[in-house]
């Protein structure tokens, strides 16, 4: 197996002269990132527990952290400095933190003990790694949660190499001449996808700025630094469409999209806007390490509906599509798909019943629901139906409409029903809520409390109010009918 941090040392020695980060235009080598993650390890080595806080900022020392982190052999807790204060609260609560790092120039975390990166004295010497434990986890990552509570992904050690190694065997050749984009925020799983394989290498990772525009920070940085290799969320070329006239990216070799369903138009006009790259659709949730199945895209593109297929297995994952019994479904028949291997999480933190919900053995094996509707083709490739429950992708977040209802019936006592719908064409939604109750001017506060809970690409766009929910005939909550509505 992989010794990932081993190779990372290997990589600070190997090209300590070449430039390892790009961060809002300023370039820092990896001696400099070196020297950092030096100094924070100095720092963290007596300190107790395996997981710590950090904040993700984008600036050197909170990558020099996560790598300080790692070589520690502990794990690092994402916490997004432009998310509410009470969500990164509960997510320490939740994991039972006792220590944050931090590069801001102040901190808003009380009470407990933070460590300022960006203050430590830079270390030129360096220290050996502690020893690789592949069963040891990495990084904890919180996504929507469908109580209301966001809920935590551990991943291993492990399974981060079993990822390493099955990317390495799709083909991509990246070298230390390569320029790397990561447009994802430290609190998305494919920010590690976009950052740890150019670091094995030498290659240089091109940042987007903590808050921007991403599709425009990705275009920039695009054409700016005249990048070799890109992974991107499928709506980036959605709002590029517009502008594609105008790219001009000779050197691009290497072109990923994940996070969301890629529109076969969207994706046949960026291979014309990108002819000397190769064009693949890569699919995988948090629960399975980044991403899992990878399908290079070829002129005719497999796809149902308009939907870019995900392709087949990575090297160390397996796939099933399966019924409602977990009997496997025959070839062109729709089932829900399954993931099993080494890049399987353990499990989420300390939520047993989600576990028991989620995870199943078949034949000694273990597999993860994930949710997600598929076909089987013939040859093999896994065709994308859409979402079992009402869990969407916008803009690459992973979101759980239901937590969002969750949040807002707490604001009415739980007096109210709410229905939270995704509006618009994949690539290009919205989301809008409907609250069951006459309109009594109470939109502006409702919107007020849920920006105290939920992250902005949460907040829903519009709110109405509905006296009386319509059903369907089940005497359930209609939702296609109150998505209807909420469009007419």
Same mark, same amino acid.
């Given at each position: 197996m992989m010794n990932v941090v081993q190779r990372l040392c290997k990589a600070f020695h190997a090209?300590?002269?070449?430039?390892?980060?790009?961060?809002?235009?300023?370039?820092?080598?990896y001696k400099q990132l070196a020297e950092r993650v030096n100094a924070i390890r100095a720092r963290i080595k007596d300190v107790g527990g395996d997981y710590f806080g950090l904040v993700a900022n984008d600036d050197l020392d909170t990558y020099a952290s996560i790598l300080a982190i790692w070589m520690e052999g502990k794990c690092y807790v994402p916490l997004h400095p432009l998310q509410p204060i009470a969500r990164c609260l509960d997510i320490i609560s939740q994991v039972g933190l006792h220590t944050v790092l931090d590069s801001s120039e102040t901190t808003r975390y009380q009470?407990?003990?933070?460590?300022?990166?960006a203050k430590l004295k830079s270390e030129a010497t360096p220290q050996a790694p502690k020893p690789f434990q592949p069963e040891h986890d990495a990084y904890l990552l919180f996504t929507s949660g469908s109580t209301g509570r966001p809920?935590?992904?551990?991943v291993s050690f492990g399974s981060v190499a079993a990822f390493l190694e099955g990317f390495e065997a799709l083909g991509y050749q990246l070298t230390n001449e390569d320029r790397c984009l990561q447009m994802f925020d430290l609190t998305f799983d494919l920010s590690v996808g976009s950052y740890l394989p150019p670091l094995l290498v030498g290659a240089c990772v091109y940042t987007a700025q903590l808050g921007s525009i991403k599709w425009q920070e990705a275009?920039?940085?695009?054409?700016?630094?005249?990048?070799?290799?890109?992974? $991107?969320?499928? %709506?980036?070329?959605?709002?590029?469409?517009?502008?594609? *006239?105008?790219?001009e990216a000779p050197s691009l070799r290497y072109s990923l999209f994940c996070g969301e369903a890629l529109n076969s138009d969207d994706a046949e006009a960026w291979m014309h806007t990108v002819p000397h790259a190769e064009v693949w659709n890569v699919y995988g949730p948090t629960e399975n390490t980044i991403y899992c199945t990878a399908y290079r895209l070829s002129t005719p593109i497999c796809q149902h509906n308009g939907i870019v297929c995900i392709?087949?297995? $990575?090297?160390? %994952?397996?796939?099933?599509?399966?019924?409602?019994?977990? *009997?496997?479904?025959?070839p062109g028949e729709t089932g829900e798909l399954c993931l099993a291997g080494a890049q399987?999480?353990?499990?989420?933190?300390?939520?047993?019943?989600?576990?028991?919900?989620?995870?199943?053995?078949?034949?000694?094996?273990r597999w993860y629901l994930t949710g997600d509707l598929c076909q089987l083709t013939?040859?093999?490739?896994?065709?994308?139906?859409?979402?079992k429950d009402s869990q969407v992708k916008i803009q690459g977040f992973r979101i759980e409409l239901?937590?969002?209802?969750?949040?807002a019936r707490k604001f009415y006592d739980n007096q109210c029903a709410a229905v939270a719908v995704a509006i618009g064409e994949p690539g290009v939604q919205h989301l809008e809520l409907a609250i069951e109750k006459a309109d009594d001017g109470s939109e502006h506060q409702l919107l007020e409390y849920l920006k105290k809970y939920l992250p902005a690409y949460m907040i829903p766009e519009k709110i109405s109010f509905l006296k009386v929910f319509p059903q369907n005939a089940n005497n359930k909550i209609d939702r296609r009918k109150i998505k209807e509505l909420l469009i007419a």
């Open positions: 090209y300590s002269a070449v430039n390892a980060f790009c961060i809002q235009d300023k370039y820092y080598t009470n407990i003990n933070v460590i300022a990166t809920k935590g992904v551990p275009f920039r940085l695009l054409d700016t630094y005249d990048l070799t290799m890109t992974l $991107m969320v499928p %709506s980036v070329i959605h709002y590029l469409r517009p502008y594609l *006239d105008e790219i392709g087949k297995d $990575m090297k160390c %994952s397996h796939t099933m599509i399966v019924n409602e019994n977990h *009997d496997c479904v025959a399987l999480t353990r499990g989420y933190w300390h939520n047993e019943e989600k576990n028991r919900e989620t995870f199943f053995t078949k034949d000694g094996t013939a040859d093999g490739n896994i065709i994308y139906i859409g979402r239901s937590e969002i209802e969750s949040v």
